[in-house]
C-alpha cells in the first residue's frame, strides 16, 4: 500500500472541529478534537476518539459526563487554544470561562452549540480508542454553521 496515498485520501474525509471538556477535580479542562461521528438516532449517540496516554483521556475515563463544544467558523484561536492546556481552574480554561452545568461539566461561556454526553462505552481500539456517548442534553445558543477542518490549515490523522 502507497502510504502516502491513503494519507490524501484519508484526509478527505469531512471532519468538525470541537472542543470537548470534562471535571479535573475541582477545575476543568479540555481538548480540541476532530475525530467526531453521530452513530446512532434513536437514542442519540455520537462516537469521540481520544487519543490514549494524553491527559484528556486520562481525564475521560474518571468522568461519566463530557461536553462537546462546537465552534463557530471563526473561532479558529479559542480551537487552537484547546490543542494544549496551559492553565486550569475552577472557573476557566486557558483564560476562556465556563460555568459548570448540572451534570459537572465545564460549558465554555463563548461556544454557540453544546452537547453534553454520558459514556456508555469504551471501545479501546487503535491510538484513538472510541467514547460511545450517548447524548443527555444540548444547549443552543446560536444557530451557526460550524468550523470543520477545511476551513483551516490544520491537519490530524492519516
Ligand atoms: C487539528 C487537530 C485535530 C485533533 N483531533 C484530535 C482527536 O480527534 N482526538 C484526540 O484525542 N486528539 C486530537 N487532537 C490532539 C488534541 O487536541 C491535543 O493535542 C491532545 O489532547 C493534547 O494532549 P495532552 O492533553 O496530553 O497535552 C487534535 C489535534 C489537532 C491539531
Redesign the pocket.
Known amino acids: 500500500m502507497n502510504l502516502e496515498d491513503k494519507k490524501t485520501i484519508l484526509s478527505k474525509i469531512p471532519?468538525g472541529?470541537?472542543i470537548t471538556t470534562a471535571k479535573d477535580g475541582e477545575k476543568g479542562?479540555g481538548?480540541?478534537?476532530?475525530?467526531?461521528t453521530q452513530i446512532s438516532i434513536d437514542p442519540s449517540y455520537v462516537a469521540?476518539?481520544?487519543?490514549k496516554?494524553?491527559?484528556?483521556?486520562t481525564?475521560a475515563l474518571n468522568n461519566k459526563y463530557l461536553s462537546v463544544h462546537l465552534p463557530s467558523k471563526e473561532q479558529t484561536s479559542i480551537?487552537?487554544s484547546?490543542?494544549?492546556?496551559k492553565e486550569q481552574s475552577s472557573n476557566s480554561i486557558n483564560g476562556y470561562n465556563f460555568t459548570w452545568s448540572k451534570l459537572g461539566n465545564p460549558i465554555l461561556d463563548d461556544l454557540p452549540m453544546i452537547l453534553e454526553v454520558e459514556i456508555n462505552q469504551i471501545v479501546d481500539v487503535g491510538d484513538?480508542p472510541i467514547f460511545i456517548c450517548e447524548i443527555v442534553n444540548s444547549i443552543l445558543r446560536k444557530n451557526v454553521d460550524m468550523l470543520t477542518?477545511t476551513d483551516?490549515n490544520?491537519?490530524?490523522?492519516g
Do not use: C, E, P, Q
Request: net charge positive; charged share 5%; glycine share 4%.
Open positions: 471532519n472541529l470541537f479542562t481538548a480540541a478534537i476532530s475525530f467526531v469521540l476518539s481520544i487519543r496516554n494524553t491527559s484528556f483521556y481525564t480551537v487552537s484547546f490543542f494544549k492546556i484513538h477542518m483551516t490544520w491537519h490530524y490523522g
